[in-house]
């Protein structure tokens, strides 16, 4: 069995063999396996993130029967796929915007004021558009 000794002058790190004073080698299979193993976890590439799935724009003006922008006016919007409701009031300026509307459902919007109402306008999963503009020209209700 071999002994291990320090050279005179030399730090720790530097072990000989007693017969030879030759260093002795440290690590040779386990440096040579960390290298393997860093290698091999550095070549992999990462996971692929999910893509966001496209979404629709639907926005436009709410106008009475003058072609006057209405302010404060209810625009609702009816997922037909889903059945869920969303209203919003519009901007000074008339203006609505829905975003983030699914490209594979369909939906219904109409515009609300003061007791008159927009006819229904239909948003077709069909239509590849992915900003869609709607003016919705309200009607004095029928008594």
């Known amino acids: 069995m071999k002994s ?11 072990l000989c063999e007693p017969e030879t004073g030759r260093p002795l080698r ?6 040579a396996l960390a290298l393997i193993a860093w290698l091999t976890l550095a070549a992999t590439p990462a996971p692929a993130k ?15 029967a003058s072609n006057h922008a209405v302010a404060g006016a209810d625009v609702e919007l009816t997922d037909l796929t889903t059945k869920k409701k969303l209203d919003i009031y519009t901007q ?5 915007e ?7 459902h369909n939906y ?3 515009a609300h004021y003061q007791g008159q109402s927009s006819p229904s306008r239909m948003v077709s999963s069909w239509d590849p558009r992915a900003e869609l503009v709607m003016n919705l020209y309200l009607r004095p209700s029928k008594k």
């Open 4 to 14: 291990k000794i320090r050279r005179p002058g030399k730090s720790g790190a530097n």
């Open 98 to 104: 829905f975003g983030g509307l699914s490209f594979d």
């Open 50 to 64: 999910k893509k966001p799935r496209p979404t629709k724009t639907l926005s436009g003006q709410v106008l009475d």
């Open 26 to 31: 440290r690590g040779g299979i386990g440096l």
């Open 108 to 110: 219904r919007v109409q």
């Open 92 to 96: 000074q300026n008339g203006s609505y």
